[in-house]
């Protein structure tokens, strides 16, 4: 595999009001970055750096603790920033709009419980969507984890991220995680994750 590292897909200011320009910049050039530059290191010169992220991901736990930390914030922002759009918010349509009606009842449901999942993940982590064995399942994951890790009980294919570590929000927020988490829902780019969801399924 060759990683590298993305550029965002939109500007550092495209999805103002809701996620300051400030913020985007050093999420994206410096965090994640980081993380990116920490992972290579990590894998340089090993057997991973022949294997895709999800294949390091399923054998985690005999990995340092670089590769799951790294490895995961490396990943974990490579789909954060997809599930974002100045286009998004508004609520899914097609395929997906039916399973979160099947799985949580309705999308009021789902939005709640996944709000109420991201406001009280407690300390810094992503709370997701994710598909497992066809089902749709809500989860969070503490640091720079994700649901396919070997290391975390709740697994399975991600199709949305929410990043939750203050360093997402702090600078328009500060102590306010409910508020970003508001305004966040107008961002989701719910087309790319119907996109992801398809690809998921097609994966199990
Ligand atoms: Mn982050």
Redesign the pocket.
């Given at each position: 595999m060759s990683f590298n590292f993305p550029e965002l897909p939109y500007s550092y200011h495209a999805l103002e009001p809701y996620i300051d320009a400030k913020t985007m910049e050093i999420?994206h050039s410096r965090?994640?970055k980081t993380y990116f530059d920490k992972f290579m290191t990590a894998i340089a010169n090993t057997a991973l750096e022949q294997q895709s992220l999800h294949d390091i991901f399923a054998t985690v736990s005999q990995q340092s603790s670089a590769v799951r930390n790294h490895g995961g914030?490396f990943f974990?922002?490579n789909l954060?920033w997809l599930c974002m759009s100045p286009n998004g918010g508004g609520q899914p349509g097609g395929l997906l709009a039916e399973a979160i009606n099947c799985h949580f009842g309705s999308f009021a449901h789902f939005k709640a419980a996944f709000s109420d999942a991201a406001a009280n993940h407690f300390g810094s982590g992503f709370i997701w969507l994710s598909v497992n064995d066809g089902r749709l399942e809500i989860s969070s994951t503490s640091n720079q984890d994700n649901p396919l890790m070997d290391v975390i009980d709740n697994r399975g294919e991600p199709i949305l991220a929410l990043?939750v570590?203050e360093?997402?929000y702090y600078i328009s927020y500060q102590n306010k995680r409910p508020d970003y988490i508001e305004a966040w829902w107008h961002v989701v780019d719910w087309q790319q994750i119907e996109l992801h969801f398809i690809e998921a399924l097609q994966q199990q």
């Open positions: 999420h965090h994640h914030g974990n922002h954060y990043d570590w360093h997402a």
